[in-house]
T-cell receptor, first 115, second 110 residues
Framework: DSGVTQTPKHLITATGQRVTLRCSPR?????VYWYQQSLDQGLQFLIQ???????AKGNILERFSAQQFPDLHSELNLSSLELGDSALYFC??????????????FGPGTRLTVT | TQLLEQSPQFLSIQEGENLTVYCNSS?????LQWYRQEPGEGPVLLVT?????EVKKLKRLTFQFGDARKDSSLHITAAQPGDTGLYLC??????????FGKGTRLSVIA
């Protein structure tokens, strides 16, 4: 158990809908990352938050947004869903202290199926 | 362009065999991490290497960071079915987020 929790575990929804994925980081971790993993694309970095502020953006679509709340949990919002958005979505957290390697701990993921 | 290239993509071996998988780049990294991911689960951090030439051992797994900090290898001795999974390397450069390779999918057959 990494200490990172994600809900829900599975999500099935229709095209055009909107969903929210939730992540709680390990106790003490200030940084949260969101990744998308599909069979052909590998693990794609979407976005990073650090202590409530957006820190880095990767290949995140405009239809997707995220935020990190004062209690450090994070939510990833996916809207106007398309079939191609079906994937595993992972949240990871890290301490991210200056000078030390950024060792990330991953949650169990949310499997999103868009029908 | 994939910053980190992992090879081979797929590897299927018999229990008891040795194997090496590679993670290569033309870029220099401040650190490199290896993760193992089992089907339907999140990646689990195995090791972090920081110094060029560094070798770390984790039971039957040996990790090496290249002298120039551009590449790494993972060697497994006497592979067991429990070693089956997707092995991902991830490199860190300064303050930018980790860059992940696409992984090596290992299958160890009993």
């Amino acid at each position: 158990d990494s200490g990172v929790t994600q809900t829900p575990k599975h999500l099935i929804t229709a095209t055009g809908q909107r969903v929210t994925l939730r992540c709680s980081p390990r106790s003490g971790d200030l940084s949260v990352y969101w990744y998308q993993q599909s069979l052909d694309q590998g693990l794609q970095f979407l976005i990073q938050y650090y202590n409530g502020e957006e820190r880095a953006k990767g290949n995140i679509l405009e239809r997707f947004s995220a935020q990190q709340f004062p209690d450090l949990h994070s939510e990833l919002n996916l809207s106007s869903l398309e079939l191609g958005d079906s994937a595993l979505y992972f949240c990871a957290s890290s301490v991210l202290s200056g000078g030390a390697p950024d060792e990330q701990y991953f949650g169990p993921g949310t499997r999103l199926t868009v029908t | 362009t994939q910053l980190l290239e992992q090879s081979p993509q797929f590897l299927s071996i018999q229990e008891g065999e040795n194997l090496t998988v590679y993670c290569n780049s033309s870029s220099v990294f401040s650190s490199l991490q290896w993760y193992r991911q089992e089907p339907g689960e999140g990646p689990v951090l195995l090791v972090t290497v920081v110094t060029g030439g560094e070798v770390k051992k984790l039971k039957r797994l040996t990790f090496q960071f290249g002298d120039a900090r551009k590449d790494s290898s993972l060697h497994i001795t006497a592979a067991q079915p429990g070693d089956t999974g997707l092995y991902l390397c991830a490199g860190e450069k300064g303050n930018t987020p980790l860059v992940f390779g696409k992984g090596t999918r290992l299958s160890v057959i009993a």
